[in-house]
């Protein structure tokens, strides 16, 4: 049973993920948010947790805080809110997202109301969807593929379809709009190589369908984040900066006093050898 148990020291040497740094950094937000920590101290964990490699100098950032739970088996990770044992990372690359299959859904419907796809599911190779007085959203920033080349065909009257992608896919807009319109301004960007490309069809009467590119929630949070740990970096350089100056006054001031007091000593000396050469 053990033999089957990976060894605690090699995993804690394992090098963590930016997924492993965003999850801690969650869970300090938290703290702070409920008091168990204050500004100073998140601001500390924080930085440490952007400069951890390891798990070893990760896991110990938030051995004392509660919440987050970890997907690797109690036995074998110390309660802390990251895993010691390497899963599938948090952004596949394109060719892992191409799964084949049929797709998790195939259509959405929305008549004076609305529907949304979003999040980990699979576009089949064709989707169909259509909104009368409403609207919807097909959000692939997270997707799963079930072919290279997908199409989603918006039927739109009088409503609007959205249609997100993440940066890299291959867009290409081909539908027909009468008094209304198709968003063209996704599909000038070439794709990256091995994306899936998505093909929007359809007809928008009184109606839109917009094809927009948004970056995961994901990476914005890091973005967000790594913008965060540049202002803490500026905010501690400054008071560097300071400390610094400050002391450079103390010694030049120190200086100054050293110096009067050695011109006072040496008027009182050159004083006292005048009155001996009196007498």
Not at 96 to 105: A, F, Q
Request: with cysteine.
């Amino acid at each position: 049973m053990t033999d089957d148990l990976p060894d605690l020291p090699a995993a804690m040497d394992l090098r963590a993920s930016d997924a492993d740094r965003e999850r801690v950094s969650e869970q300090l937000r938290d703290a702070l948010a409920e008091g168990r920590l204050d500004m100073e101290e998140f601001e500390e964990r924080l930085d440490a947790t952007y400069k951890a490699r390891t798990y070893g100098e990760l896991a110990p950032i938030t051995r004392d805080l509660p919440g987050a739970g970890t997907v690797a088996p109690p036995a074998v990770v110390p309660p802390s809110s990251i895993s010691l044992v390497k899963g599938p990372a948090e952004g596949a690359s394109w060719p892992e997202r191409i799964v084949g299959g049929e797709g998790s859904s195939t259509w959405g419907v929305a008549v004076m109301s609305g529907f949304e796809r979003k999040g980990r599911w699979t576009v089949p190779k064709r989707f169909d969807c259509f909104a009368f007085m409403g609207g919807g959203e097909l959000d692939l920033r997270d997707a799963y593929f079930a072919e290279r080349e997908v199409t989603i065909n918006c039927v739109a009257i009088m409503g609007g379809i959205s249609v997100v992608v993440p940066p890299g896919v291959e867009v290409v807009v081909r539908g027909i709009g009468i008094m209304g319109g198709f968003d063209h301004s996704a599909d000038y960007e070439p794709g990256e190589p091995g994306a899936p490309r998505v093909v929007v069809t359809g007809f928008a009467f009184m109606g839109g369908v917009e094809v927009e590119r948004k970056v995961p929630k994901a990476e914005r949070q890091r973005e967000k984040e790594a913008r965060r740990r540049e202002r803490l970096e500026r905010r501690q350089a400054r008071r560097e900066l300071h400390a610094s100056r400050r002391d450079h006054m103390h010694d030049l001031h120190d200086a100054h006093r050293d110096a009067m007091e050695q011109a006072r000593d040496a008027m009182r000396s050159e004083r006292e050898r005048r009155r001996r050469g009196e007498r």
